[in-house]
């Protein structure tokens, strides 16, 4: 695939708005129709770049467009050889959207001669409902087949994919966060009633830490409730200090707390008949049942993963009461409130207003069709770092690079 010079067109940050927008027009949507991605024009854009004896590289929002497929990273690299373009690296948050698959990583290679494109590191898999974890992915942007390799053999197959279990979940309320602006798909934040057996700890079992001579039997003299002290690790503050703690076991929790406040909590040793009583009067009172409330976000994920709490990245499944099969990550009550309280909703209205921005900003001859060249009727120079043209909107500096098109 050739730099063609006569066929250079406008690009913008607005290719930066989101994994699948659409093209800067018409024309250009309908050859981005599905078929053989790896035969249309190429195009690229970014918060910065330049033009390199051996190709491109773009920093910040890179992305690559050809056809219905994008790839964005923090920076991606195109290599040339005797004019054509023939590979395309991405590193850095890593995401390959095709129309029906979403394919996140940490590195990508685009060779275009073959057509495959080989996503490594934490890589994620999305089809419709369906999610496949691995180490390495190779999808063919001309079969439109994917397979994740070596992931079995390696022991990481489904690795980061827990499948939660209970006695019942129960889908509470529904909201719709984000809505892809091109296709309409949606993501959605889920809360579920989970209802778990609650299996509190025996007296047998209580008694059995005496097993290690630490262990003390103690009762809380305003409460009357029991627990059982065990040694646990200490821990090193901020001030380096060391914390010396002891962990209490209950019947139904258990948790750590620092020796020097023990005096505080009322705990004192028990005998084994005042503990024994303690405990079995506590016991008789735990329900059956324990209901407690988790929120999952799912549906289109990948649009809005570096939105979404970096704790943990695990993407959990679960079958409702209903029959519903539900695939997504699990947030927090407090990033819930947050999420909430500053309008989750807008962020496909901001990607927007990022678009409508770069198009105002640029003429109207910038978004012309790759069979018009942005140089002129006369020969086009040969393409520069200082044809990257700076230009500023509301939201930020726009990087206007060229687009690579087959000759």
Same mark, same amino acid.
């Given at each position: 695939?050739?730099?063609?010079?006569?066929?250079?067109?406008?690009?913008?940050?607005?290719?930066?708005?989101?994994?699948?927008?659409?093209?800067?027009?018409?024309?250009?949507?309908?050859?981005?129709?599905?078929?053989?991605?790896?035969?249309?024009?190429?195009?690229?854009?970014?918060?910065?770049?330049?033009?390199?004896?051996?190709?491109?590289?773009?920093?910040?929002?890179?992305?690559?467009?050809?056809?219905?497929?994008?790839?964005?990273?923090?920076?991606?690299?195109?290599?040339?050889?005797?004019?054509?373009?023939?590979?395309?690296?991405?590193?850095?948050?890593?995401?390959?959207?095709?129309?029906?698959?979403?394919?996140?990583?940490?590195?990508?290679?685009?060779?275009?001669?073959?057509?495959?494109?080989?996503?490594?590191?934490?890589?994620?898999?999305?089809?419709?409902?369906?999610?496949?974890?691995?180490?390495? *992915?190779?999808? #063919?942007? @001309?079969?439109?087949? =994917?397979?994740?390799?070596?992931?079995?053999? !390696?022991?990481?197959? $489904?690795? /980061?994919?827990?499948?939660?279990?209970?006695?019942?979940?129960?889908?509470?309320?529904?909201?719709?966060?984000?809505?892809?602006?091109?296709?309409?798909?949606?993501?959605?934040?889920?809360?579920?009633?989970?209802?778990?057996?609650?299996?509190?700890?025996?007296?047998?079992?209580?008694?059995?830490?005496?097993?290690?001579?630490?262990?003390? *039997?103690?009762? #809380?003299? @305003?409460?009357?409730? =029991?627990?059982?002290?065990?040694?646990?690790? !200490?821990?090193?503050? $901020?001030? /380096?200090?060391?914390?010396?703690?002891?962990?209490?076991?209950?019947?139904?929790?258990?948790?750590?707390?620092?020796?020097?406040?023990?005096?505080?909590?009322?705990?004192?040793?028990?005998?084994?008949?005042?503990?024994?009583?303690?405990?079995?009067?506590?016991?008789?009172?735990?329900?059956?049942?324990?209901?407690?409330?988790?929120?999952?976000?799912?549906?289109?994920?990948?649009?809005?993963?570096?939105?979404?709490?970096?704790?943990?990245?695990?993407?959990?499944?679960?079958?409702?009461?209903?029959?519903?099969?539900?695939?997504?990550?699990?947030?927090?009550?407090?990033?819930?409130?947050?999420?909430?309280?500053?309008?989750?909703?807008?962020?496909?209205?901001?990607?927007?207003?990022?678009?409508?921005?770069?198009?105002?900003?640029?003429?109207?001859?910038?978004?012309?069709?790759?069979?018009?060249?942005?140089?002129?009727?006369?020969?086009?120079?040969?393409?520069?770092?200082?044809?990257?043209?700076?230009?500023?909107?509301?939201?930020?500096?726009?990087?206007?690079?060229?687009?690579?098109?087959?000759?």
């Amino acid at each position: 695939m050739k730099l063609s010079k006569s066929k250079l067109t406008i690009a913008g940050a607005a290719l930066l708005t989101a994994l699948m927008l659409p093209a800067v027009s018409g024309a250009q949507n309908a050859a981005a129709g599905r078929g053989d991605a790896s035969r249309q024009p190429v195009q690229y854009g970014a918060d910065s770049g330049e033009y390199t004896p051996d190709g491109f590289s773009l920093r910040g929002r890179a992305e690559v467009t050809q056809g219905g497929n994008r790839l964005r990273a923090d920076a991606i690299r195109g290599f040339t050889s005797n004019g054509d373009l023939n590979r395309i690296e991405a590193t850095g948050g890593v995401y390959f959207v095709t129309p029906d698959q979403s394919m996140k990583g940490d590195r990508a290679v685009y060779t275009l001669n073959d057509g495959n494109v080989v996503v490594t590191g934490d890589v994620i898999l999305t089809q419709g409902k369906s999610v496949l974890t691995g180490s390495r *992915l190779v999808y #063919n942007v @001309r079969t439109e087949t =994917a397979r994740i390799e070596g992931a079995i053999a !390696s022991g990481t197959y $489904d690795a /980061g994919l827990e499948t939660l279990r209970a006695e019942s979940f129960v889908v509470t309320d529904r909201q719709t966060i984000y809505t892809h602006p091109r296709t309409g798909a949606q993501t959605r934040l889920l809360t579920i009633t989970e209802r778990k057996r609650n299996h509190p700890v025996t007296l047998a079992e209580a008694i059995g830490n005496l097993d290690d001579p630490r262990a003390v *039997l103690l009762v #809380n003299e @305003r409460s009357g409730r =029991a627990a059982v002290q065990v040694p646990t690790t !200490s821990v090193m503050l $901020d001030d /380096g200090e060391i914390e010396r703690r002891v962990r209490l076991i209950r019947p139904i929790e258990a948790h750590n707390i620092p020796v020097k406040t023990m005096p505080e909590t009322h705990w004192v040793e028990a005998d084994r008949d005042a503990f024994a009583s303690a405990w079995n009067a506590e016991i008789a009172e735990v329900p059956e049942f324990s209901d407690s409330t988790l929120h999952m976000v799912t549906g289109l994920l990948l649009p809005i993963w570096k939105r979404l709490p970096n704790e943990s990245t695990r993407v959990y499944r679960l079958q409702t009461d209903a029959g519903e099969r539900i695939i997504g990550r699990r947030v927090s009550p407090a990033w819930v409130a947050h999420a909430t309280a500053t309008g989750v909703a807008s962020w496909s209205m901001n990607w927007s207003m990022r678009r409508t921005a770069w198009r105002r900003s640029c003429p109207a001859s910038s978004a012309t069709m790759a069979s018009t060249s942005i140089w002129g009727p006369t020969p086009s120079p040969t393409p520069t770092a200082s044809s990257w043209t700076a230009r500023k909107s509301a939201s930020a500096t726009i990087f206007r690079p060229g687009l690579a098109s087959s000759s």
